[in-house]
């Protein structure tokens, strides 16, 4: 089942992602993110919502990488 999932991004992501140049989020795995979920990226100042947003599907999930310097805990998942 495909899930939504906010995220808090910070202005010089949020823009990288904008532009084209980025393309994945390194993240606490707390969502159980999956193949096929949605990700909302919302602009964060470090106070507020900046009030831009925007979505992508996730097509790649990365977890349990030690090997690759990945630390327990977390993942990286790409559109």
């Not at 993110?33 to 097509?59: C, H, M, P, S």
């Amino acid at each position: 089942m495909r899930k939504i999932i906010a995220k808090k991004t910070l202005p010089q992501y949020f823009d990288a992602v904008i532009k084209g140049n980025k393309n994945f989020e390194l993240r606490k795995d707390e969502d159980d993110v999956q193949i096929g979920d949605a990700v909302v990226l919302k602009e964060w100042d470090g106070t507020n919502y900046t009030g831009r947003e925007t979505g992508r599907t996730i097509t790649y999930v990365l977890r349990n990488a030690k090997e690759f310097g990945l630390t327990d805990g977390y993942c990286i998942f790409g559109w």
